[in-house]
């Protein structure tokens, strides 16, 4: 039981190249967000997806692009990488309505120079 | 505003109670989250409290809940060294949380 698993954990861009950060969730959640982590300034939601085939933006989403695959799936795409989004990237899902808290998966962390 | 607000450090001995403060804006009834993330690792949740709530006790964990002020408490008893981590508490808006920028808890031996 594998829970949220993120792909790559590390990577490294040069300015201007494209990547896509992938996220799998194994317990059937509805939900699933993707949010960036930089010193200071908590978590920042970038887009999220209620249900299945549905995607909204979040705080920041410049810069980004992502896809509800299935349930399952959630990827976060880069199309043009710039400095300003070296980051950590979590992503999370939650089950539905009432008390439940996302589950994290362990971030990817990308550097772009 | 929008924010949800936290002290960013805290430096306590081990043994002593750890307290995390957080003052979050939504005037709704919502759900009250503390988190916990270990350097290298995603964030842990630890407890949960409605804003109905008071106090909720979890083992060596305590959350109070101050609904007039929109304050919220994570106190930790009998802190320990794997303690030291950073804290993030983060409101339930609608189905997205909203983090505060997180505490960062270090725990001297």
């Known amino acids: 039981n594998a829970g949220v698993t993120q792909t790559p954990k590390f990577q490294v861009l040069k300015t201007g190249q494209s990547m896509t950060l992938q996220c799998a969730q194994d317990?059937?959640?509805?939900?699933m967000y993707w949010y960036r982590q930089d010193p200071g300034m908590g978590l920042r939601l970038i887009y999220y997806?209620?249900?299945?085939?549905?995607?909204d933006k979040g705080e920041v989403p410049n810069g980004y692009n992502v896809s509800r695959l299935n349930k399952r799936e959630f990827s976060l795409r880069l199309e043009s990488a710039a400095p300003s989004q070296t980051s950590v990237y979590f992503c999370?899902?939650?089950?539905?309505?009432?008390?439940?808290?996302?589950?994290f998966g362990s971030g990817t962390r990308l550097t772009v120079v | 505003g929008e924010d949800v607000e936290q002290s960013l450090f805290l430096s306590v001995r081990e043994g002593d109670s750890s307290v995390i403060n957080c003052t979050y804006t939504?005037?709704?009834?919502?759900?009250l989250y503390w988190y916990k993330q270990e350097p290298g690792a995603g964030l842990q949740l630890l407890t949960y409290i409605f804003s109905n709530m008071d106090m909720k006790q979890d083992q060596r964990l305590t959350v109070l809940l101050n609904k007039k002020d929109k304050h919220l408490s994570l106190r930790i008893a009998d802190t320990q060294t794997g303690d030291s981590a950073i804290y993030f508490c983060?409101?339930?808006?609608?189905?997205?949380?909203?983090f505060g920028a997180g505490t960062i808890l270090r725990v001297k031996s």
């Open positions: 939504d005037s709704s009834s919502t759900y």
């Open positions: 983060a409101e339930l808006r609608g189905n997205k949380l909203v």
């Open positions: 999370a899902t939650r089950a539905g309505q009432g008390n439940y808290g996302y589950t």
């Open positions: 317990m059937n959640h509805n939900s």
């Open positions: 997806s209620a249900s299945e085939g549905t995607t």
